[in-house]
């Protein structure tokens, strides 16, 4: 049976179908001003205690628009920079450049100098909006750059009196802030303040437009820009509340725990796409590494939805205050940006009463793969194509594969990327004859479920056999001691490449020889770590993946020294 036949009888055993789903808005710009025309008084995003309505947000918006237009004569189809944590202030910006029809560069704030450099030169920003403690890196960077507008806010800036002031003062007495420059920036608060009448030229998105230029390192080479346009945006909004939805669940008015960061495609899709989406009410976590803050911050909020992934999951279980959270009307667990470790999974479900929906994706598909629909999840899975996606496996020769074999998963869809950022070349690597090669090895089994193998670049060759670093670290978090692992291959004469793990322990007890004893009873002799390395944490991206690149690094840099 082919893969695609196993996901299309899941989807139809679902009451899904794999037809593309009708599109609520021809834009994600419309798609807000539906929300804002019939749900103008509903919460729409809280932050650091407070809570702004659709139509506050949208008021401000058209603020920031009208400074953007008449003051940095930014005009449709110019890239702007946002560098910003979860605050309201990212929504605030964002949907001012849609009415403008800027073109949003997500950018990490914590981007080094030349990280920064590239993606503002290679993207051609004009300006970038920034928060107060980022600046100092930006300004460094800002010569080498086109950068010609630099909008500064503080995390305080749209707090309500008098706990703004006691906060800035609190902030300027502990010295946490250093003062920013009088002239060559634009203060947030007074872009807001001016008088812009509101005026500037209305836009009207077309689907075929260019909206997002999400940079990753992908499936090739030096970090590039997607391409996501309006249409394969708001195809995966339509595509995610599909599955959402399935059993004829209303997710309406739904509020959302929004931990990982909205400059990240998953966050980004969910919290500016799927949430005007469904009128829903999104709270933000601004530092979600601060687990105590975190917890303090949700623990007087009914939530129904719940995002994250396994490394975060993993920090908030370890918490006593958050395993006695008051879970009664969470519903929806989302995981996805890493695999989730299915001991991991158990005890979320354990503490929670709610079953994790594990989903897979790509920023080059906008990003959604598939999901586990709620009610039909199997742990361990990515779960099936969401509607309107094909997919294929295919070996290393390109040759298709059945229901049951390993390959690389290839997708279609009308929510895959228009292509790489003034990369044709590149493109052409991974869209070809229309389906995007996503660099996971994958099996499909009969039930259409995907069960991601792993990263084709991560793979251990071990004497002629190949040896899946997901797969031992599933093993290894069995081990009541392990909270975290990552596996990488070390170079050996014999062998080619043996295996070398990094654990995390909550057991200073625990020994190199216990930790090999257990693989040795829980996987082929060949897959057994021949050296283990203990660590406090593990390097982790932006949104808390584990690097095992960084790991690899490490081990490349001690070899040659």
Same mark, same amino acid.
């Given at each position: 049976?082919?893969?695609?036949?196993?996901?299309?009888?899941?989807?139809?055993?679902?009451?899904?179908?794999?037809?593309?789903?009708?599109?609520?808005?021809?834009?994600?710009?419309?798609?807000?001003?539906?929300?804002?025309?019939?749900?103008?008084?509903?919460?729409?995003?809280?932050?650091?205690?407070?809570?702004?309505?659709?139509?506050?947000?949208?008021?401000?918006?058209?603020?920031?628009?009208?400074?953007?237009?008449?003051?940095?004569?930014?005009?449709?189809? @110019?890239?702007?920079?946002?560098? !910003? $944590?979860?605050?309201?202030?990212?929504?605030? /910006? #964002?949907?001012? +450049?849609?009415? &403008?029809?800027?073109?949003?560069?997500?950018?990490?704030?914590?981007?080094?100098?030349?990280?920064?450099?590239?993606?503002?030169?290679?993207?051609?920003?004009?300006?970038?909006?920034?928060?107060?403690?980022?600046? @100092?890196?930006?300004?460094?960077? !800002? $010569?080498?750059?086109?950068?010609?507008?630099? /909008? #500064?806010?503080? +995390?305080?800036? &749209?707090?309500?009196?008098?706990?703004?002031?006691?906060?800035?003062?609190?902030?300027?007495?502990?010295?946490?802030?250093?003062?920013?420059?009088?002239?060559?920036?634009?203060?947030?608060?007074?872009?807001?303040?001016?008088?812009?009448?509101?005026?500037? $030229?209305?836009?009207?998105?077309?689907?075929?437009?260019?909206?997002?230029?999400?940079?990753?390192?992908?499936?090739?080479?030096?970090?590039?820009?997607?391409?996501?346009?309006?249409?394969?945006?708001?195809?995966?909004?339509?595509?995610?509340?599909?599955?959402?939805?399935?059993?004829?669940?209303?997710?309406?008015?739904?509020?959302?725990?929004? $931990?990982?960061?909205?400059?990240?495609?998953?966050?980004?899709?969910?919290?500016?796409?799927?949430?005007?989406?469904?009128?829903?009410?999104?709270?933000?976590?601004?530092?979600?590494?601060?687990?105590?803050?975190?917890?303090?911050?949700?623990?007087?909020?009914?939530?129904?939805?719940?995002?994250?992934?396994?490394?975060?999951?993993?920090?908030?279980?370890?918490?006593?205050?958050?395993?006695?959270?008051?879970?009664?009307?969470?519903?929806?667990?989302?995981?996805?940006?890493?695999?989730?470790?299915?001991?991991?999974?158990?005890?979320?479900?354990?503490?929670?009463?709610?079953?994790?929906?594990?989903?897979?994706?790509?920023?080059?598909?906008?990003?959604?793969?598939?999901?586990?629909?709620?009610?039909?999840?199997?742990?361990?899975?990515?779960?099936?194509?969401?509607?309107?996606?094909?997919?294929?496996?295919?070996?290393?020769?390109?040759?298709?594969?059945?229901?049951?074999?390993?390959?690389?998963?290839?997708?279609?869809?009308?929510?895959?990327?228009?292509?790489?950022?003034?990369?044709?070349?590149?493109?052409?690597?991974?869209?070809?004859?229309?389906?995007?090669?996503?660099?996971?090895?994958?099996?499909?089994?009969?039930?259409?479920?995907?069960?991601?193998?792993?990263?084709?670049?991560?793979?251990?060759?071990?004497?002629?056999?190949?040896?899946?670093?997901?797969?031992?670290?599933?093993?290894?978090?069995?081990?009541?001691?392990?909270?975290?692992?990552?596996?990488?291959?070390?170079?050996?004469?014999?062998?080619?490449?043996?295996?070398?793990?990094?654990?995390?322990?909550?057991?200073?007890?625990?020994?190199?020889?216990?930790?090999?004893?257990?693989?040795?009873?829980?996987?082929?002799?060949?897959?057994?770590?021949?050296?283990?390395?203990?660590?406090?944490?593990?390097?982790?991206?932006?949104?808390?993946?584990?690097?095992?690149?960084?790991?690899?690094?490490?081990?490349?840099?001690?070899?040659?020294?």
């Amino acid at each position: 049976m082919k893969v695609q036949e196993a996901a299309e009888k899941a989807q139809l055993r679902m009451g899904l179908s794999n037809q593309q789903p009708a599109l609520a808005a021809d834009s994600l710009l419309g798609l807000w001003q539906q929300a804002v025309a019939d749900s103008a008084q509903r919460p729409a995003f809280t932050c650091l205690g407070q809570t702004l309505s659709y139509r506050e947000i949208d008021q401000m918006a058209d603020r920031v628009a009208g400074y953007f237009h008449r003051h940095l004569a930014l005009l449709a189809g @110019d890239r702007i920079a946002v560098q !910003l $944590p979860n605050l309201i202030q990212y929504p605030i /910006v #964002v949907v001012a +450049a849609w009415k &403008l029809g800027l073109v949003i560069v997500n950018t990490n704030p914590m981007y080094t100098h030349r990280e920064l450099v590239h993606q503002f030169n290679d993207s051609g920003a004009k300006a970038v909006v920034v928060l107060d403690q980022f600046y @100092d890196v930006l300004r460094n960077a !800002l $010569p080498e750059t086109g950068i010609e507008h630099v /909008v #500064v806010t503080r +995390a305080i800036d &749209l707090l309500p009196q008098p706990k703004k002031t006691l906060l800035a003062g609190l902030t300027k007495l502990l010295g946490k802030r250093p003062p920013l420059p009088t002239q060559g920036i634009v203060d947030f608060t007074e872009m807001l303040a001016a008088d812009n009448g509101g005026s500037y $030229p209305p836009h009207n998105p077309a689907l075929e437009d260019i909206c997002a230029l999400q940079y990753t390192g992908g499936t090739t080479g030096v970090s590039k820009g997607v391409m996501l346009t309006q249409g394969s945006l708001m195809s995966n909004i339509a595509q995610a509340m599909a599955v959402v939805s399935v059993g004829g669940r209303s997710v309406t008015h739904y509020t959302t725990i929004s $931990p990982l960061p909205l400059y990240h495609i998953y966050a980004y899709m969910l919290n500016m796409g799927l949430m005007p989406a469904t009128r829903g009410h999104s709270v933000l976590i601004p530092d979600p590494r601060n687990i105590p803050m975190f917890v303090g911050a949700i623990k007087n909020i009914k939530f129904e939805i719940f995002c994250g992934l396994n490394s975060l999951f993993v920090a908030l279980l370890q918490n006593g205050k958050f395993r006695k959270l008051d879970f009664s009307s969470l519903e929806i667990t989302l995981s996805g940006g890493m695999a989730l470790m299915e001991a991991v999974a158990e005890e979320w479900h354990q503490v929670t009463g709610c079953v994790v929906s594990e989903g897979y994706g790509m920023t080059e598909s906008s990003p959604v793969i598939s999901m586990n629909p709620s009610g039909y999840q199997r742990i361990g899975t990515a779960g099936i194509p969401i509607p309107g996606t094909d997919i294929k496996v295919v070996d290393e020769n390109g040759l298709e594969q059945q229901v049951g074999g390993v390959g690389e998963l290839c997708v279609r869809g009308a929510q895959v990327m228009k292509g790489y950022w003034q990369r044709e070349a590149q493109t052409a690597e991974v869209i070809v004859d229309g389906w995007l090669h996503t660099g996971d090895i994958v099996t499909v089994d009969e039930q259409g479920y995907i069960r991601i193998v792993d990263r084709l670049k991560d793979m251990i060759i071990v004497s002629g056999f190949n040896v899946y670093p997901n797969e031992l670290e599933q093993a290894l978090t069995q081990h009541p001691d392990v909270l975290e692992c990552a596996a990488i291959g070390v170079p050996d004469t014999k062998a080619g490449e043996v295996v070398k793990m990094f654990v995390v322990s909550s057991n200073p007890a625990l020994t190199t020889e216990q930790v090999i004893e257990f693989c040795r009873a829980n996987m082929a002799g060949y897959k057994v770590p021949r050296f283990v390395e203990f660590r406090t944490d593990l390097p982790k991206s932006n949104v808390g993946k584990v690097l095992r690149k960084e790991l690899k690094a490490e081990e490349q840099a001690k070899s040659q020294a």
